[in-house]
């Protein structure tokens, strides 16, 4: 005798998804067009969330070369220069192992309508007469290695510098904007006395004497203001998460848009809907195989369109490197880097993402379907 064939769950979870397919099937336009939209939405999110994150990540790989305390002259509550006597002060703090004097500034370049980043490195590899430029700065002047570069000095003459390389492309970054110059140059260009210096950075080896260390020099030199690299952190991070709110906020009307979709989908179904619920019924489904079909049918457009947006998303912010989003989060509002971001996938920003797009939808998708397969099949039919 042979013996019947009983589908195991899997069989029968299978033979559902089938169904669920076919029936989306018929329903082709409605069902592409909604799927595009939450696609949308899920690309607008998961591109602002991805490209704050990786900016967030770059910038803290970059702190990670920062100076352990910066400290700086304070005079009526503007940052001024300290004098290069403090250097030794400082240096004699316990907990410090090195202070070095620091000199950088701004400069307004207007023939490319941008601040540039003078700074004095500590080793500089050129001689005087020479600088070395970022990447944005040799395209906005035009600006190639063994050519001039005339720059304004404070005193109103003009200094011609020459140009002796670019800085490498993997650091533009942070150094799209810079000029890297000598010493005597930059106090000629600056009108910087000797005995001055813009800031003192200061070597802690020992990251848990860092808060001590700030405080003796705030008891030492009421004048002076410490910075520590956590507070430089938090910055970076605050800003960041300022902007990246700012794009959330524009995209409000579209997650409005989706809310209101979600919620019509939520308060009740269609004719048609209502007829394939009733006539299921009426050949002998279960209510437990209706909701299943249902919640299978949500679970394939949600999922279809979370996985679009987030591919979407994926190379919008790692391949081209997110234009939509560059004028908005990066804030040079003239010389923008040119750099690649390194691909990141936070596994807890996926998983947020997918709880807050694909988990709603899906549960609106059943609650109108357990009200129609509960009900009569003739009366859900009939209506």
């Known amino acids: 005798m042979k013996r019947l064939h009983i589908p195991t769950w899997l069989e029968r979870q299978r033979y559902l998804l089938d169904f669920t397919l076919s029936s989306l099937g018929r329903r082709k336009g409605k069902n592409l ?8 939405v899920v690309f607008g999110l ?6 704050t994150q990786a900016l967030r990540g770059e910038a803290m790989r970059i702190l990670e070369g920062a100076p352990d305390v910066v400290v ?36 307004y370049d207007a023939s490319a309508k941008a601040n540039l980043t003078f700074l004095v490195p500590e080793k500089f590899w050129g001689k005087a007469g ?4 970022g990447e944005g700065v040799a395209r906005t002047r035009l600006a190639a290695p063994g050519e001039p570069f005339p720059v304004l000095a404070s005193d109103g003459s003009v200094v011609i510098l020459k140009v002796r390389e670019t800085v490498p492309s993997p650091s533009e970054l942070v150094s799209t904007d810079l000029v890297l110059l000598s010493e005597p140059d930059f106090r000629r260009l600056f009108g910087v006395p000797p005995d001055l210096y813009t800031d003192i950075a200061l070597t802690v080896p020992n990251e848990k004497e860092v808060p001590m260390v700030a405080a003796k020099i705030r008891g030492q030199m ?12 938090r910055t970076y991070e605050a800003i960041l998460d300022w902007r990246s709110g700012l794009v959330v906020l524009v995209l409000a009307a579209a997650l409005l848009s989706f809310g209101i979709v979600a919620w019509d989908k939520a308060s009740g179904l269609s004719a048609d809907e209502r007829r394939e619920i009733g006539i299921l019924k009426a050949i002998g489904w279960d209510t437990s195989e209706v909701l299943a079909v249902k919640a299978w049918e949500g679970a394939v457009i949600s999922l279809s369109a979370f996985l679009v947006g987030l591919l979407l998303a994926y190379v919008h912010v790692f391949v081209t490197s997110a234009p939509l989003l560059t004028p908005v989060l990066k804030g040079w509002s003239t010389l923008y880097p040119s750099f690649r971001l390194t691909p990141t996938l936070n596994p807890f920003l996926v998983s947020t993402l997918f709880l807050l797009t694909v988990v709603p939808y899906t549960v609106a998708t059943v609650v109108p379907a357990w009200r129609a397969a509960t009900t009569d099949p003739d009366a859900v039919m009939r209506s």
């Open 33 to 40: 067009a909604l799927t595009a939209l939450y696609a949308m």
């Open 72 to 107: 700086q002259r304070m005079v009526a509550g503007r940052h001024d220069l300290i004098p290069a006597d403090r250097v030794e002060r400082l240096s004699r703090i316990r907990g410090v192992q090195e202070a070095r004097g620091r000199l950088w500034g701004y400069y």
């Open 130 to 133: 020479e600088v070395v430029i």
């Open 222 to 233: 009421p004048d002076s203001r410490p910075i520590t690299r956590a507070e430089i952190a």
């Open 46 to 51: 998961a591109s602002v969330l991805m490209y």
